[in-house]
């Protein structure tokens, strides 16, 4: 599984945006700048993220974005599944339903996709965005 640019920029807009957000909502400007992200694709990403519930915007003069809901409730995997979709690495149809495989009857490698997948959905749901943040702070401040 490799992930595209609209999930590696997501988590990093995210996570600013809750290193950022505590007092006031956050323009996407801002995050485009310390990011490097360019505005108009970082403007898509949110619209996705905030179809899915995980940003909230306010529009006009002091407008900009906030977390949809407390970062300690918003998973890796998450994100991930709003911009990406499907995690699974490997797509097997035995896995789902053996009728539609062929080899079903000796079959084997099922069992190895179905325990990468598992793997990935692991790692990313129980990764949350504060500890991200907490993490970046962390680095920010070693930094200084």
Request: charged share 30%.
């Amino acid at each position: 599984m490799k992930l595209s640019t609209r999930a590696r920029y997501g988590l990093k807009a995210l996570i600013d945006l809750g290193l950022h957000c505590e007092t006031e909502a956050v323009s996407i400007q801002s995050i485009a700048s310390r990011q490097n992200i360019s505005d108009s694709y970082l403007e898509q990403l949110m619209a996705k993220l905030k179809k899915a519930g995980l940003v909230d915007s306010t529009r006009g003069a002091g407008g900009g974005y906030r977390l949809g809901r407390p970062a300690a409730e918003i998973s890796v995997g998450d994100v991930l599944r709003v911009l990406e979709g499907s995690l699974e690495a490997a797509q097997c149809s035995g896995m789902e339903d053996e009728s539609t495989c062929e080899n079903h009857d000796i079959c084997v490698t099922k069992y190895v996709w179905k325990r990468i997948n598992d793997s990935i959905t692991q790692a990313v749901d129980t990764m949350m965005l504060d500890q991200l943040i907490e993490e970046s702070r962390k680095k920010q401040q070693e930094k200084m």
